[in-house]
């Protein structure tokens, strides 16, 4: 959610009078930076999940045993 609609508006505008060359820069570093923070947030959930794992609070399971249990 956009915390605030005048500070991403304010945004906007101000990218809006970069060149043609700025923006599409502008573009590929908020796509490669969106990348690296969804690499993050992937490798946190491993941890987590190896870690529960590890305690015990989770279970190995199939493929099949999730789409059957997605099914009932």
Known sequence: MIASTSKFNDLL?????LSLEEQTEF???LQHRLIEL????IAADIAEGMK?????KSTPTTVEEIMRELKS
Request: proline share 0%; no cysteine; charged share 45%.
């Open 13 to 17: 505008s101000e990218v809006g009078r």
């Open 38 to 41: 969804r690499r993050d947030e």
């Open 27 to 29: 573009v590929n570093v």
């Open 52 to 56: 529960e794992f590890a305690e015990g």
